[in-house]
């Protein structure tokens, strides 16, 4: 069974018998943990208790839902490290956590702490939000996310319940997206093209899915400036996309550095709309449009 429908159900279950834990750890790459910590961060702020008792998951529909969607819901609070460097999320970021933590939601009954990439934070920080995962007020819900989980201490991880994500690999979609990603980086390609066949396979691979593919696309970019970065000695390049030097170093003599920002950028700036908008046939159509 696919992974993600796996642990959603899991989630579901959880909301439709009403009982969830306090606190959620999510393990695993940013393009999928955060999809699963906005989708459970709606659901709890979510104001239809019937809907959410009844398929536990969010309505989508209430004021709470597009407000999280926008990512505009007073209830929902993000922390995350300054960087992505070790010891880059600070005991201050935890301090204000605490210091709000005991205060009533403002329009939902529950209250959500999203905790990104926890593995950054220092271990004082780590150690000053024990207590609070161990027993936190009956309102509040933590989800914390982490690439590398070795670096969140023991007794953090033991008060939450894990969750593993992880994609399958050479999935049918994964195929699909990559023949979309040769043409879209390739030399002269036929975009229109390659949007009807995006918009095609829409419906199956769903928002989830195409965020995959924004991950990928932008994660194949990076891989070209690492090429022209270390044209020199490529075994000093570590790729994230292409198997082989060979496929990043010929797309890499048609991409400027500035080109290759660009594209990161439009990437980056539909991504993160995707996160917080439902409409994913819409976020395609202008990313395809942008990048014409």
């Known amino acids: 069974m696919d992974f993600a429908k796996n642990n959603l159900n899991i989630i579901k279950n959880m909301f439709k018998s009403g009982k969830f834990p306090g ?33 536990g998951e969010a309505c989508g529909v209430c004021e709470a839902c597009r407000k999280a969607e926008k990512n505009i819901h007073p209830d929902i609070i993000i922390a995350e490290p300054d960087s992505d460097g070790a010891q880059s999320f600070h005991i201050d970021k935890v301090r204000e956590i605490l210091e709000n933590l005991y205060l009533s939601p403002n329009e939902s009954d529950k209250k959500v702490y999203i905790i990104k990439d926890m593995q950054n934070m220092t271990q004082q920080g780590q150690n000053a939000l024990l207590k609070s995962l161990e027993e936190p007020p009956p309102f509040v819900l933590f989800i914390i996310t982490a690439v590398n989980p070795d670096l969140i201490l023991e007794t953090v991880k033991s008060r939450a319940v894990r969750f593993k994500l992880e994609y399958e690999q050479g999935t049918e979609n994964d195929k699909i997206y990559a023949e979309i990603i040769k ?31 924004y991950y990928q696309l932008e994660n194949a970019a990076r891989d070209i400036l690492m090429a022209k970065i270390f044209a020199d000695n490529l075994s000093r390049a570590h790729f994230l996309y292409f198997d082989k030097f060979e496929n990043a170093e010929i797309y890499a003599r048609d991409y400027s550095v500035k080109k290759i920002f660009e594209l990161c950028g439009k990437i980056q700036e539909f991504k993160h709309d995707l996160e917080y908008n439902a409409n994913a046939r819409l976020n395609l159509s202008s990313f395809f449009s942008a990048i014409i």
């Open 23 to 55: 606190t959620f750890l999510f393990e695993g790459l940013p393009e999928i943990t955060n999809i699963f910590a906005a989708l459970l961060a709606k659901t709890a702020i979510c104001l239809d208790l019937d809907y959410k008792k009844e398929n």
């Open 183 to 213: 043409n879209i980086l390739g030399k002269n390609p036929d975009k229109l093209a390659v949007y009807q066949n995006m918009l095609k396979n829409l419906e199956k691979s769903g928002k989830t899915g195409i965020i995959n593919f």
